[in-house]
């Protein structure tokens, strides 16, 4: 007998708000599915996962995922994490964002969360643009691809996202794209278990604004330059994995290490200082019936 | 001269499932170009928004990885694997 | 309400300048976390906060910017804690976009600042007055804030206290604004016992997860409220939305969301609005004034009443919303109304707008870096009467 079950990722989903409003052959919804599974893999109470976003097609990612979701202003989900995190512990953040919401705009946040180790996980969605708004330049846009605010090309040098996130501190961090999909799921749950300001970048295609300005064909197309032109290389040094226009893409695992929380560091000096008259942080109590 | 024998064709005791969701789909056609065993093409028809969604081409190819649904990015399609009864 | 928790409660009498009066104040209202980025003259605020809240259970972080802290406590406020960040003119002007943030996600915080001179980095350690405005229509879009002026560092502690209970009340960020002199004055600072303090609770919901809806007000004007990590899968956006927190940009929408918003402070002005009012009775003149130059004003309506002058003071405590009724029903009574500012005019505009010609408005303005002469004012009250 034929039992047509429920896609499994929907329990994971706002289903009322569907279809997404992402474009055919986006890759953010991919991302979102690869998340949906890490979840479902990962045995979480999803009661304590929240999610917050910026500004953007990828920061519509909270809007969707049916969790305690967070739609900030443009560029701050980073310090909306910290401050989420910081008075309600026991939550596990993740920011979902773009590149241009978290390293133009939102750059000094990235780079103090990393700095301090918060306890987030940053999912970057890099589609080499500002997709919501046009396709203008952003910090990763490579030399020479057209942009709406660089019509006879970009000519600016980028942000290798991970060499930087990595010199800032970070403790995790890692690069996939949407074409890989298990990997990205596996490093997602993997991710999600660990403490520590954890990046991950995942290169995906932008069909309506930064392929079709560049001519590169639809996201399909994309997707098969991913798997053309990605090496898989981890424990690459993150230093090493910039990325030229339209060359190959080093993705993996770059860092794995572990160094202190900003909580645990913020618990520790003060316990080191004041002793018996430290009174830590209380996780705030449950203050409503639940179902 | 040797006869070499083969071994019989085991009969498979399950088989993919996919299950679309025609009008979600915006016809990106990722499912259809990684799916590993080629059991998805996209269809000559469309959905109410004007897409051609994927149609399940060749089922007996399908071995229900759920790649189709890992690299969709509208949830509209899924796949499983199904336990065929051994009496079937 | 609830009495507030014993642990933190500085009960005593102490010497207090107005930023460490805030801090304290915050403290007894129950805020367990701040933060802060420093900026003159607030800075104190959070340096005592810094101090105090290892010892009472709170966490402050010093973020890398205010854009930073100004989004961060509101962060910390979904996760369950009351909140406070703190900063003065330049600083402010940085958390306008999240102060809009906090006003249509109904989130309750308390914004302090510690007015200096401006604009822009102006006098860092000089007082003026010239951000009323802006604590008014500082974000872009409409919106409606509760702001309190406290002129003493008693009212320091008192008006921050009641900023937090404002914010808890009515799901809504107070700003408190102080001025550089009431946070640098040093002067008697009462504190009474936790059990005696009123502190307003948040508005926990009794709704269970897939009832509530966070932007429900439920027939009223006020939704209730919840934590992130209790299970009710909650939505929260900048953009205009509904009551189940979804994305809804149309027109009725908005107006639907905008209205209760609205609503929510101007159908409850009479017990938002708090005013000093004193020698109302017969007063030919009226002195509106609020903060540090209420204190100056104070010797010139005393000065004044010496000479005769039949003069009464309504002093603003809450700035926003403002106390149209009061002062419209003064303007038909009275000759004048004298409103001295350290700015260039600013509050008097709304009393003038208020008063709508049926009495004169005599601002007395004053570009700040230090508070007004006395005798000035004096010389006003004396050409309102003339």
């Known amino acids: 007998m034929t039992i047509v079950r429920e896609n499994p990722v929907e329990k994971y989903l706002r289903m009322e708000r569907m279809p997404s409003i992402w474009c055919p052959g986006c890759g953010i919804g991919t991302t979102v599915n690869c998340f949906a599974r890490a979840l479902d893999g990962s045995g979480f109470d999803l009661d304590k996962v929240a999610i917050v976003s910026g500004i953007g097609c990828t920061g519509r990612v909270a809007g969707y995922l049916k969790l305690d979701s ?217 203050m409503s019936p639940r179902a | 001269m040797t006869t070499a024998t083969k071994p019989a064709a085991k009969k498979k005791n399950f088989r993919g499932v996919v299950v679309i969701k025609h009008e979600q789909c915006k016809g990106c056609g990722f499912c259809v170009e990684f799916c590993p065993l080629g059991a998805l093409a996209l269809d000559k028809g469309y959905n109410a928004k004007g897409y051609h969604p994927p149609h399940f081409a060749k089922p007996e190819l399908c071995n229900g990885c759920d790649m189709c649904g890992l690299y969709c990015p509208d949830f509209a399609i899924f796949g499983y694997r199904e336990k065929l009864d051994d009496a079937a | 309400m609830s009495n507030a928790e014993s642990t933190g409660v500085l009960t005593g009498s102490h010497y207090l300048d107005g930023d460490h009066a805030c801090s304290e104040g ?160 040093t002067e008697k600072v009462v504190i009474p016992p936790a059990e005696k303090l009123k502190v307003t609770e948040r508005r926990w919901t009794t709704k269970k997860p897939g009832e509530y809806k966070p932007f429900d007000a439920n027939g009223g004007l006020v939704p209730d409220m919840v934590k992130a990590g209790d299970g009710y899968r909650i939505h929260v956006t900048g953009l205009t939305h509904d009551e189940r927190g979804y994305p809804n940009m149309t027109v009725p929408a908005h107006e639907k969301m905008q209205m209760r918003l609205t609503d929510k402070i101007l159908k409850n002005v009479d017990k938002i609005v708090r005013f000093d009012a004193q020698d109302l009775d017969g007063a030919e003149v009226v002195v509106v004034s609020y903060g540090i130059t209420s204190r100056i004003a104070q010797k010139a309506i005393a000065d004044a009443r010496q000479q005769g002058i039949r003069v009464g003071s309504f002093r603003l405590i809450t700035a926003w919303p403002f106390p149209e009724k009061q002062i419209a029903e003064l303007s038909k009574k009275v000759k004048a109304f004298v409103v001295p500012e350290l700015n260039l005019g600013q509050m008097v505009l709304e009393v003038e707008r208020i008063a709508n010609g049926r009495c004169r408005t005599i601002p007395v303005p004053h570009v700040g870096g230090t508070v007004h002469d006395p005798s000035v004012i004096l010389k006003k009250i004396q050409e309102a009467v003339r």
């Open chain 1, 70 to 286: 967070f739609h900030t202003t443009h560029g701050r989900a980073i310090p909306f994490a910290t401050g989420l995190k910081l008075a309600n512990p026991e939550l596990k953040v993740v920011v979902y964002s773009g590149d241009g919401d978290l390293s133009a705009i939102g750059g000094n946040h990235l780079f103090h969360a990393a700095r301090r180790n918060a306890d987030l996980l940053v999912v970057c969605v890099n589609n080499f643009t500002y997709g919501m708004t046009g396709g203008q330049v952003t910090p990763t846009t490579p030399y020479p691809a057209i942009a709406s605010t660089t019509p006879y090309g970009a000519y600016e040098e980028t942000f290798n996202l991970p060499g930087v996130v990595a010199a800032a501190g970070a403790t995790f961090v890692a690069r996939w794209t949407a074409y890989h999909v298990k990997q990205l799921a596996k490093t997602m749950g993997e991710a999600l278990g660990k403490k520590g300001f954890r990046f991950i970048e995942i290169i995906a295609p932008c069909p309506t604004l930064y392929l079709r300005r560049n001519r590169l064909g639809e996201g399909l197309e994309e997707m098969k330059y991913y798997q053309e032109k990605s090496v898989i290389k981890n424990g690459a040094d993150p230093k090493d994995v910039a990325i030229d226009y339209r060359e190959e893409i080093i993705v993996g695992k770059f860092v794995d290490v572990e160094r202190p929380t900003l909580e645990e560091a913020m618990e520790k000096r003060m316990g080191e200082a004041l002793g018996a008259k430290y009174v830590p942080y209380k996780q705030p109590g449950k």
């Open chain 3, 26 to 185: 915050a403290i007894a209202a129950g805020c367990r976390f701040a933060s802060g980025y420093p900026i003159t003259p607030s800075t104190e605020v959070v340096e005592r906060l810094s101090q105090r809240f290892p010892h009472v259970g709170g966490r402050f972080q010093q973020f890398e910017d205010e854009l930073a802290a100004s989004i961060a406590l509101q962060g910390a406020t979904w996760g369950g804690a009351k909140t406070i960040t703190v900063t003065s003119g330049p600083g402010f002007s940085l958390m306008m976009e999240h102060i809009g943030l906090a006003a249509i996600t109904e989130t309750p915080c308390v914004f302090v600042n510690v007015q200096r001179a401006g604009p822009s980095t102006g006098l860092p350690t000089q007082p003026a007055q010239g951000d009323m405005m802006q604590a008014r229509f500082g974000s872009h879009g409409d919106y409606r804030l509760i702001t309190v002026c406290p002129n003493s560092p008693q009212e320091s502690f008192d008006l921050t206290l009641e900023a937090f209970n404002l914010a808890e009340e009515y799901r809504v960020p107070v700003i408190v604004m102080l001025d550089e002199v009431v946070g640098h004055m």
